[in-house]
Every structure is written in structure tokens, then in C-alpha cells.
């Protein structure tokens, strides 16, 4: 039965081959943007090496200090973190990093630019990197202070011509590190591991950071399972609730421990962001946000099948005269634009990869290698069916209505 | 003819509304993308009110334990500070290559910025603060519009001398002339917020737009920077700019932070040409608006296409209507015109929805920082370019309306 419903819509879009190219442009195209959006957004936030074990990992980005008159939000403190973030119940290992940090070097002269990051040996247990050459630094080197670093193989290529790199020295901002470690690239799209140079955070010139609430590091839990978020959220919540104030212009400090997904969907939406409902919020913007996108498209599609059904009135009469009951011609007709968004689909889908590897190539987010996968290739297919659903469905419900006397006539109005 | 036209559309109303809404959609989008240009062209043409060639801004990180929350307030740095940047100032000065250098709280093109706003007259008055010393006029190359920069004549006196740009000066003085105008602040409303100082005002300079060609222009304020501490706001300026030589080489910039790192190890230094931070701040600008343009020009050309089929296939369909007209001495253009009027009655309808509804935009804030002039002009040029676009669409159509003779057409099936 689906065999004779494929046959029949194949033949029909073939007969009108404008049209049916009209359409696949449009569907193609939409799906496009849609697919390089969702590709996008895959890359920013779902689990992607290093960061293997996203789903039991928790960071605490920001902190928010709010009073009646001011409100100051930055990253969360040295101080913040290690006083108050240690030994949660059910958190595993804890680690700190700092933000991202432009530095310029000079070797031969001219400037190169790397982004420093500071962090403890803990860092590289909850993180899986991997290492090209070397290791890296340990809990001793973080104790002792020494001027040691992982780089990146950007950071080699620019600084050693990409020769093997361990054991010489990069100076930057005025300070010289021996190089014990080299790890492949991370896309700088991710907060949590992207970076040039990694040193220990003993390393800083001054102690300043010791004492800081808020300032420029994260804090990472690795939570024993991926069940136990709730309970570590309450608990560090519950701890900063006694953090005493550190200046009276404020009254209330906020400093939740959350994903990349939670923590950007707080910085959308409020301050408050030990709200959770945040997320929800931002999942919902987007569906509205490709909904709103796929307006015009559905629309335009919809107007050339209304258009087309006038065209092939006298058909659907003989069809209905012959017996055919409205649920089948519906079916036919879904059927038909299913097939035409899938064939748009797979279309869209190989426009795709070209604009990501064209994304990739032009540098657009440093380091960043875009690519269709498994996930973005099932989120398209869905699309296409949502698509072709969307724009099927009025077309469909204007032909069941017709009746077979007048649509023999081709007086379909 | 228009009432004709007006029933024929109406005759026609069910299919009619589609092509309407699909034409208002449009509408739509080209106002967002349209207002979106002319917005971002409008910017580019104003005067950027300083010159970025031969400038290095070095950022200065001080890294003091003694700063940040708990110890002393944000806004005042300790003692010692202003004199040890006032020492880098005069090291730097000494270059061979330096022309002039001068200290400045935030560069152009930097990222930071402090927001501020007077209350005078019972009137407040938000603008762009800065603070910078006396060479910042002569090493940014700004244009004074009016008056002065700031020098030793502020020496001693009893108010704080101010310069602002052309577009804060209108807004507090109107037409009157602003130099010498003396700014008397409101007492503040509680009494945890310090009384701000008398201010007096020296020069007007054209404009400041620090966050480059791209950036809206807002109102701007400068405060002097000297050795004395500052009575309100933010304390030490952490930029230096530096202005060289022409044909000063790259290599430059080693030596300058070399001898800053030297001099102040303890302190982080950033050094680059404000070339180069103009192209990363138009790199980062330029992707969002060239994908939003590209996408909406996908989505145009869909309906283009989209809409050139629905006519064609609307016409094919009245053929013999067509024909009896003709039969009945209707001349070709006539028949034209009749095709591209119920198109243009059309378009008409959805703009006219479409007007009401984008009058709502300015009302719900939609477009925040958007004048007027930009936003009318945005929607001006949408009602051209969605007039040209259903006369493009309906152009071929129109031509095959009457490529058959009435003979024929009236027998057409």
C-alpha cells in the first residue's frame, strides 16, 4: 500500500518538475540554517572530549552579589571555591580554572597571542584531554608554584614550528614556563576546556586571587552520579546562604553550580540565577525562535500545494469517483509532501556539511571543527518531518473537501 | 478599475489570503533586516572623533591583593598606585619612538566601560564616563569641537573640569554656548550615596565612539586624570595609549612591554596596535549581521520563486476567463495591468498589516537604541523592496496571461 502511495507521489512530483524544484529549494534551504543552527548549538553544549563526563559534571561559573542599589556579577572567586566547595556530599573531585586570559608573547619578535588558563592537577583528572606529548603537571608543581605548562598544538605550532616541545620554554606576560605537556585543540566555544596554555594557578604574580569572592575562576564538581545534581546544588546553595557579606552595599550572594546550558540561559534571563527554571526558559525560546523561522517557509510551501490541488482538481474527482475515501487521498497527499521534505532533506543535509566544513575553514569560532553527526543528522531527519507534517496538513484538509462532482469540473474553489 | 480589481480579489479572498500572509511575512523580515542595515550604515558614517593609526593601548592588570571585595571599596585604588603609573607613563614617554603618550581609563575599542549619569536641575542625564590625563587630547588626535582639553589651567581649582562630545552637550544646553557652564549636582536622595562634585565645562569634543564604526553613539563625559586622587568614580586609569612614530615597526611593541615588564613585574601588561583591535572588534561584529542577511535573502528568494509559481499556476487556471475578456476587446496591457493590480492590491492589504504591526516595534521597545529617522527609513525602503518583489514575481505571469489568443483560451482546458 505504501509501496503504490511512493510510486504515485514520485510520479507526480516528477510531472511537475518547476514546481517540485521550487519546493526543494525552499525545504532544502530552510533546512540548512535550521541544521547548521542545531550543529551549532551541539557543539557548544553537548559532551564533546574532553569534556567526556558532562553528565556528571557541575561548574560554578559566576557569582552574584545583589543589593537594594547595585548589582555586581562576575566570576566566581578563588576564595568562594575553595572555601565553601569543598567536600560537598556526593562530589567526587573538585577542580579550579580560571577564565580564559589574553596573553602576548614574543618570540623572534613578533607578537603572538595564546589564552592563559590557571587551574590545580585535579583539572586533568576530571577533564580528558588528550596528550600528544608529555603529561600533565602535577599536585606537587601546583604546591610548589613551578613555572611549568600544557600548552596546545596551536600554541606549539606558533611558538616551535610544530616540533616536539616538551622541555623548552615559553615565556609570556613577562614570566618563562618549561613546557611539560602538549593536548590536542579544544574548539573555543567550550568555557570549560578551551585554552592556549595551562599553568598552575600558584603561578600568578601576585596572591591577590586568595582572597577573592568573586573574580575570574570556575569552579568544576565531578559528582559520583549523574542522579546526585539536585543534592549538591542544595547543598552549595545552602552553604553560600552563610558567605558573609563582603561589603554592605550587598546583601544576598548567588553562586549556583549548574551546566554551560543553565548558566547561559541565567545570563539571558536574570540575575537570580540559582533559579533552575532558567533553562526551561531558553529550551522554550529556542522552539519558539525555529517555529517563528519556519513561518514563512510553511507558508510559502503551503501556498504552492493549495495551489497546485486547484491544478489537479480533475484528478482528485476521478479518484473520489472511482471510491476513494477521503482518508486515503489525505494519506496520498501527506504522503507526498513527506517524501518531497525527506528528498529536501537529504539535500539540506549535504548543503549542510558543506557550510559547516566552510564555517570550519574560514576559523569562524577558533578551533572549532564542525561536522554533521549521528545526533544533528537525527535532529534533521526530525525537522523534515515536522516540515513536511506542517506544510501537509492544510493542503490535505482543502482537498478532503472537495466534492467529486465539482472537482471533476475543476471548479475547486 | 480599482473597485473591478478589488472584487476580483475578493472573489478569490480564501486563496488570496495566503499569498497575503506570505507577502506580509516577508514584509516582516525585511523591515527587522532593513532597519538592522540602515541602522548599522547610519553608524558608520558618523565621525569616530579620534585617529587609531600608529596607537599601541597597553592594558595594565595591577594584581594588588589590597583590591576588590572586602578589603577597600571599588571605587578607590590604594595609595601608590597612581604614582607608579604615573612612573611607567614617563618611562614609556622616554622611547625613542613615542610621540606622546597619555593614560586613559578605557581605550577605544576596548570592551569595559563606565556607565554614569548626573542629576542637575531635577534632570538626570546618562552618559559614557572616562577619565584621561592631559596628552590624551594631542595622542588620540581628537577633534575639539569647542573650548579645550584638559591642562595645567585645571591646576587648583575649586570645580571638576569636565569635557564632553557635541551629542551630550546639545542635550544639556540645548543651543546655548556649553563652555564655562558650571554643572551644580542635585543633592543625592539618600545619604549612603556621596554628594558628586561641582563640575565645570572646559572643551567639547566632536565624539568618542569607542566601541568603533559599528557602535551607536551615546553621550560622553571625561573626567581629568591627575596625581590627586578623584573625587568620585572609578579610581586609576589602567590604559596607557601610545602614540609612534609613523613607520614604526612591529618589534616595537616587544620593547615596550619588555621595559614595562621590567619596571613592574609584579603587574600584567597587554600591548597592541589599535589597528589590530578594531579588526578583531569588527571580526567579532560582522558574522551575526552577514548571517541574518544571508539568511533573510534565502528566505526571500524562496518566496520570490514561492510566489512566481502560486501566480502562474493562478493564471494557467483562469486562461479562459482571460480569454473572454479578451474575446470581449480587452487589449493586452490591459490584461497586464490587471495581473500586476491584483498583485499590487494584494501587497497593499499585507502592508497595511504589516504597518500596524510593526508600529507596535518602537512601542514594545523592540528596536531599543534605534532613532526614529532609522526605523522609518528601514520600513520606507521594505515597502519599496516588497513592491519591486511581488512586481518581479508577477512579471512572467502576466506575460503568459496573454500569450494564447482568445480563440483558443476560451476552448482551453
Known sequence: MLKNYLLLSWRILWRRRFFTGVSLFGISLTLVVLMVATALLDHTFAPMAPEVRQDRTLVIFNGTLIGPHSVWRDGAGFQLIDRYARNLANVERVAVISFPEEVFSYPGGTRVQSSLRRSDAEYWRILDFEFLEGGPFADQDVHNGSRVAVINAATRDRFFGGTAAVGRWIDTDGQRFRVVGVVSNVSASRPVSSGDIFVPYTTAKTDAYQGRLLGSFMGILLARRPGDFPGIKAELASRVKTVPMPDKDYEHLYAPAETYFESVAADMFGQRSDDTSHAERLVVAIVVAALLFLLLPTVNLVNLNVSRIMERASEIGVRKAFGASTGTLVTQFIVENVLLTLIGGAIGLVLSAAVLKAITAAGVIEHARLALNVRVFLYGLGLSLVFGLLSGVYPAWRMARLTPVSALKGAAR | MMRHLLRIVW????????????????????????????????????????????????????????????????????????????????????????????????????????????????????????????????????????????????????????????????????????????????????????????????????????????????????????????????????????????GTAAAFEARLVERLNTNAPDMSFRARPLVLARAAVLREGLPPLAAVALVAAFLLAMVGLGLTGVLWLTVTQRTREIGLRRAKGATIPNIQHQVLGEVLVLTSVAVAVGAVVVAQFPLLEVFGAVAGRVYLAGIVLSVGCICLLSIACAWAPSRLATSLPPAEALRYE
Do not use: C
Not at chain 2, 53 to 81: C, F, K, L, M, Y
Open chain 2, 11 to 246: 472573489n478569490r479572498r480564501r486563496a488570496n489570503a495566503l499569498i497575503a500572509i506570505e507577502i506580509l511575512l516577508s514584509f516582516l523580515v525585511l523591515v527587522v533586516v532593513l532597519t538592522m542595515t540602515v541602522y548599522m550604515v547610519d553608524n558608520y558614517r558618523q565621525p569616530l572623533g579620534y585617529v587609531y593609526d600608529n596607537v599601541w593601548a597597553v592594558r595594565i592588570s595591577i594584581n594588588d591583593p589590597e583590591e576588590g571585595v572586602g578589603t577597600v571599596p571599588r571605587d578607590r585604588t590604594p595609595a601608590g598606585q597612581r604614582e607608579r603609573i604615573d612612573t611607567l607613563m614617563h618611562l614609556v614617554r622616554d622611547m625613542p619612538d613615542v610621540v606622546s603618550v597619555s593614560t586613559v581609563m578605557d581605550a577605544p575599542y576596548s570592551r569595559s566601560g563606565w556607565v554614569s549619569a548626573i542629576a542637575t536641575g531635577g534632570r538626570t542625564y546618562e552618559f559614557s564616563a572616562n577619565r584621561a590625563s592631559d596628552d590624551f587630547a594631542t595622542t588620540m588626535h581628537l577633534t575639539l569641537a569647542r573650548g579645550r582639553w584638559f591642562g595645567a589651567a585645571d591646576d587648583g581649582a575649586a570645580w571638576e573640569p569636565a569635557v564632553v562630545n557635541e551629542r551630550l552637550a546639545r542635550e544639556m544646553f540645548g543651543g546655548q554656548d556649553p563652555i564655562g557652564r558650571i554643572v551644580q549636582p542635585d543633592p543625592p536622595k539618600t545619604a549612603s550615596v556621596r554628594q558628586q562634585p561641582v563640575m565645570r565645562v572646559v572643551g567639547v569634543i566632536s565624539d568618542y565612539r569607542k566601541g568603533g564604526e559599528f557602535s551607536p553613539p551615546t553621550n560622553w563625559l571625561f573626567y581629568r586624570s591627575t596625581s590627586a586622587p578623584p573625587t568620585l568614580g572609578p579610581g586609576v586609569p589602567r590604559n596607557l595609549v601610545v602614540r609612534a612614530k609613523p
